[in-house]
T-cell receptor, first 113, second 113 residues
Framework: EDQVTQSPEALRLQEGESSSLNCSYT??????LFWYRQDPGKGPEFLFTLYSAGEEKEKERLKATLTKKESFLHITAPKPEDSATYLC??????????????FGQGTRLTINP | EAQVTQNPRYLITVTGKKLTVTCSQN?????MSWYRQDPGLGLRQIYYSMNVEVTDKGDVPEGYKVSRKEKRNFPLILESPSPNQTSLYFC????????????FGQGTRLTVV
């Protein structure tokens, strides 16, 4: 069964304190791993897509990496505005030509000033 | 502005009263889907559509219907809502079925009493 597990569930950091969020997955035939950011009361907002092990993507203070079994979202010197829930999702095959996103539970990140 | 628009944003209804949540995207995307988000369960796919007149069930389709008569619109229909359908609903669209990020609407918070 396709599964995505994120850890920790919640993380509280001080401004400037770097850390990493983890996303481990089991899926038959990974076609893409996505990171989204979700603010309270809003829809998920796309951050990154990773397609193959060893790939890395960066955006401002965020860097996503991918191995064969997990992905990390590294946050360097975070600011309070980085506070949000970060969602990881993998594309899983339903039937030929059709896919679905399987989401993890998310990591709720709080950055204290 | 590229966006996915859902309406209404908030809805309180009574058990058994049919309702429709509309979803429209202005990006000419082929693929659209509906998710519900519940605490502890994350985002789960309800229905998806690969193109006009092509729809299929996701993980939690019971009690829901959809239609895709036009490329831009993908309404979610609850014929006889029940309290266990109280949830936060998101519509999403993407250019293709595979490998492209999904754009999410702002969400519809539905309460069934």
């Amino acid at each position: 069964e396709d599964q995505v597990t994120q850890s920790p569930e919640a993380l509280r950091l001080q401004e400037g304190e770097s850390s990493s969020l983890n996303c481990s997955y089991t899926v038959s035939g990974l076609r893409g791993l996505f990171w989204y950011r979700q603010d309270p009361g809003k829809g998920p907002e796309f951050l990154f897509t990773l397609y193959s092990a060893g790939e890395e993507k960066e955006k401002e203070r965020l860097k996503a990496t991918l191995t064969k079994k997990e992905s990390f979202l590294h946050i360097t010197a975070p600011k309070p505005e980085d506070s949000a829930t970060y969602l990881c999702a993998v594309q899983a095959l339903i039937i030929q030509g059709a896919q679905k996103l399987v989401f993890g539970q998310g990591t709720r990140l709080t950055i204290n000033p | 502005e590229a966006q996915v628009t859902q309406n209404p944003r908030y809805l309180i209804t009574v058990t058994g009263k049919k309702l429709t949540v509309t979803c429209s995207q202005n990006m000419n995307h082929e693929y659209m889907s509906w998710y519900r988000q519940d605490p502890g369960l994350g985002l789960r796919q309800i229905y998806y559509s690969m193109n006009v007149e092509v729809t299929d069930k996701g993980d939690v389709p019971e009690g829901y219907k959809v239609s895709r008569k036009e490329k831009r619109n993908f309404p979610l229909i609850l014929e006889s809502p029940s309290p266990n359908q109280t949830s936060l609903y998101f519509c999403a669209s993407s250019f293709e079925s595979w490998g492209t990020e999904a754009f999410f609407g702002q969400g519809t918070r539905l309460t069934v009493v």
